[in-house]
Protein backbone atom coordinates (compact mmCIF):
# COMPACT_ATOMS: atom_id res chain seq x y z
CA UNK A 1 0.00 0.00 0.00
CA UNK A 2 1.24 3.28 -0.70
CA UNK A 3 0.42 6.86 0.47
CA UNK A 4 1.39 10.36 -0.97
CA UNK A 5 1.61 13.71 0.76
CA UNK A 6 1.02 16.83 -0.88
CA UNK A 7 0.91 20.35 0.16
CA UNK A 8 0.57 23.62 -1.37
CA UNK A 9 2.64 26.18 0.08
CA UNK A 10 1.45 29.66 0.99
CA UNK A 11 3.44 32.52 1.68
CA UNK A 12 3.45 33.48 5.35
CA UNK A 13 1.87 36.82 6.42
CA UNK A 14 3.13 38.68 8.95
CA UNK A 15 2.59 42.32 8.64
CA UNK A 16 5.39 44.84 9.66
CA UNK A 17 5.24 48.44 11.05
CA UNK A 18 5.11 49.82 7.69
CA UNK A 19 2.45 47.39 6.73
CA UNK A 20 4.45 45.28 4.24
CA UNK A 21 4.42 41.48 4.15
CA UNK A 22 7.90 39.73 4.62
CA UNK A 23 7.91 36.39 2.53
CA UNK A 24 10.63 34.15 2.17
CA UNK A 25 10.12 30.93 0.18
CA UNK A 26 10.81 27.58 0.91
CA UNK A 27 13.21 26.25 -2.14
CA UNK A 28 14.76 23.12 -0.64
CA UNK A 29 14.65 20.58 2.47
CA UNK A 30 17.14 17.83 3.67
CA UNK A 31 16.54 16.05 6.33
CA UNK A 32 18.74 13.54 7.71
CA UNK A 33 19.16 11.08 10.66
CA UNK A 34 15.41 11.60 12.06
CA UNK A 35 13.53 8.39 12.56
CA UNK A 36 13.59 5.83 9.56
CA UNK A 37 15.07 8.66 7.69
CA UNK A 38 19.27 8.30 7.73
CA UNK A 39 19.47 11.18 4.43
CA UNK A 40 16.78 12.05 2.18
CA UNK A 41 18.61 13.63 -0.40
CA UNK A 42 17.99 17.33 -0.73
CA UNK A 43 13.98 17.61 -1.77
CA UNK A 44 13.51 20.53 -3.85
CA UNK A 45 10.17 22.44 -2.93
CA UNK A 46 8.16 24.25 -5.72
CA UNK A 47 4.61 25.62 -5.09
CA UNK A 48 2.85 21.98 -4.76
CA UNK A 49 5.08 19.31 -3.38
CA UNK A 50 4.52 15.51 -3.37
CA UNK A 51 6.11 12.56 -0.92
CA UNK A 52 5.33 9.62 -2.37
CA UNK A 53 6.32 6.20 -0.78
CA UNK A 54 5.64 3.06 0.82
CA UNK A 55 4.62 2.67 4.30
CA UNK A 56 7.80 3.69 6.91
CA UNK A 57 9.34 4.99 3.77
CA UNK A 58 9.60 8.36 5.81
CA UNK A 59 7.22 10.61 4.49
CA UNK A 60 5.38 11.58 7.49
CA UNK A 61 8.99 11.86 9.30
CA UNK A 62 10.02 14.11 6.75
CA UNK A 63 7.20 17.23 7.31
CA UNK A 64 7.68 16.46 10.96
CA UNK A 65 11.53 17.24 11.28
CA UNK A 66 10.53 20.03 8.58
CA UNK A 67 7.88 21.17 11.32
CA UNK A 68 10.62 21.27 13.91
CA UNK A 69 12.10 24.00 12.51
CA UNK A 70 8.89 26.64 13.65
CA UNK A 71 6.11 24.31 15.17
CA UNK A 72 3.12 25.72 16.13
CA UNK A 73 2.99 23.34 18.93
CA UNK A 74 4.10 24.86 21.80
CA UNK A 75 5.61 21.24 23.15
CA UNK A 76 7.50 20.67 20.21
CA UNK A 77 10.76 22.56 20.76
CA UNK A 78 13.35 19.72 20.54
CA UNK A 79 13.71 16.58 18.40
CA UNK A 80 14.72 14.48 21.28
CA UNK A 81 17.25 12.54 19.74
CA UNK A 82 16.25 9.59 22.60
CA UNK A 83 13.17 8.87 20.60
CA UNK A 84 13.49 10.12 17.47
CA UNK A 85 17.30 9.51 16.22
CA UNK A 86 17.16 5.80 14.21
CA UNK A 87 17.59 3.61 16.80
CA UNK A 88 19.74 1.04 14.80
CA UNK A 89 22.51 3.99 15.25
CA UNK A 90 21.45 5.47 18.40
CA UNK A 91 25.06 3.57 20.35
CA UNK A 92 27.32 4.89 18.16
CA UNK A 93 25.24 8.48 18.22
CA UNK A 94 28.67 10.09 20.04
CA UNK A 95 31.39 8.66 17.70
CA UNK A 96 29.12 9.58 14.23
CA UNK A 97 28.42 13.27 15.31
CA UNK A 98 31.90 13.93 16.86
CA UNK A 99 30.25 14.39 20.38
CA UNK A 100 28.30 17.53 18.32
CA UNK A 101 24.79 17.33 18.18
CA UNK A 102 23.13 15.75 14.56
CA UNK A 103 21.36 17.79 12.46
CA UNK A 104 18.16 17.14 11.79
CA UNK A 105 16.78 19.99 8.71
CA UNK A 106 18.63 22.19 6.49
CA UNK A 107 16.08 24.60 4.70
CA UNK A 108 17.05 26.86 1.85
CA UNK A 109 15.11 29.78 1.66
CA UNK A 110 14.22 32.74 -1.02
CA UNK A 111 14.49 36.33 -0.37
CA UNK A 112 11.77 38.07 -2.68
CA UNK A 113 13.06 41.15 -4.10
CA UNK A 114 11.31 43.66 -2.03
CA UNK A 115 12.93 41.80 0.89
CA UNK A 116 16.42 42.52 -0.81
CA UNK A 117 15.39 45.44 -1.47
CA UNK A 118 14.74 46.70 1.30
CA UNK A 119 17.33 44.92 3.33
CA UNK A 120 19.64 46.98 0.47
CA UNK A 121 17.88 49.88 1.96
CA UNK A 122 18.85 49.56 5.40
CA UNK A 123 22.50 48.30 4.89
CA UNK A 124 23.47 49.20 1.63
CA UNK A 125 23.58 47.46 -2.05
CA UNK A 126 25.72 45.02 -2.04
CA UNK A 127 25.52 44.13 2.13
CA UNK A 128 23.13 41.50 0.75
CA UNK A 129 25.71 38.44 -0.51
CA UNK A 130 22.79 36.28 -1.76
CA UNK A 131 18.90 35.97 -2.08
CA UNK A 132 19.16 32.73 -0.32
CA UNK A 133 19.05 32.14 3.10
CA UNK A 134 19.75 28.59 5.24
CA UNK A 135 17.60 27.56 8.32
CA UNK A 136 18.85 23.99 9.81
CA UNK A 137 18.63 22.71 13.51
CA UNK A 138 20.03 19.77 15.60
CA UNK A 139 18.91 17.60 18.26
CA UNK A 140 18.53 19.37 21.71
CA UNK A 141 18.85 22.34 20.16
CA UNK A 142 15.36 24.63 20.84
CA UNK A 143 15.74 27.87 18.45
CA UNK A 144 16.92 27.19 14.93
CA UNK A 145 20.21 28.33 13.61
CA UNK A 146 19.74 30.44 10.15
CA UNK A 147 22.66 31.39 7.72
CA UNK A 148 22.51 34.70 5.68
CA UNK A 149 25.22 35.58 3.52
CA UNK A 150 26.07 39.16 4.56
CA UNK A 151 29.11 41.62 3.48
CA UNK A 152 29.64 42.76 7.08
CA UNK A 153 32.33 45.09 6.27
CA UNK A 154 30.53 46.37 3.46
CA UNK A 155 27.48 47.26 5.21
CA UNK A 156 29.56 49.09 7.56
CA UNK A 157 30.73 51.02 5.19
CA UNK A 158 27.67 52.33 4.39
CA UNK A 159 26.51 52.65 7.64
CA UNK A 160 29.16 54.83 8.42
CA UNK A 161 29.20 56.90 5.26
CA UNK A 162 24.98 56.78 5.77
CA UNK A 163 25.43 58.53 9.07
CA UNK A 164 28.25 60.84 8.68
CA UNK A 165 30.30 59.37 11.53
CA UNK A 166 33.54 61.78 12.57
CA UNK A 167 36.50 60.28 12.59
CA UNK A 168 36.59 59.32 16.11
CA UNK A 169 33.24 57.39 15.67
CA UNK A 170 34.86 55.68 12.49
CA UNK A 171 38.07 54.65 14.58
CA UNK A 172 35.64 53.21 17.61
CA UNK A 173 32.98 51.31 14.95
CA UNK A 174 35.24 49.74 12.71
CA UNK A 175 37.15 46.57 13.85
CA UNK A 176 40.77 46.50 14.90
CA UNK A 177 43.18 44.78 12.41
CA UNK A 178 44.79 41.93 13.84
CA UNK A 179 48.62 42.94 14.41
CA UNK A 180 50.75 39.52 12.91
CA UNK A 181 53.55 38.61 15.12
CA UNK A 182 57.19 38.49 13.68
CA UNK A 183 58.70 35.34 13.71
CA UNK A 184 62.42 35.46 15.09
Keep these: MMFMFCTSLRKGRRIEDDGKVPTLKLIKAHATNYRNIM??????????TCLVGKNEAGKSAFLRALEGLRSTDPEFTQYGKITNYPRRNFAEYETTHNNAEA??????????????????????????????ITVEKTY???????TVPFDGAGALENLIARHALTADEQSSARPRPRRRRRRR
Design 39 to 48: DSDPVDIGQT
Design 103 to 132: RVIMTVWKLEPADVKALEVEFGAGALTSET
Design 140 to 146: EQTNSSW
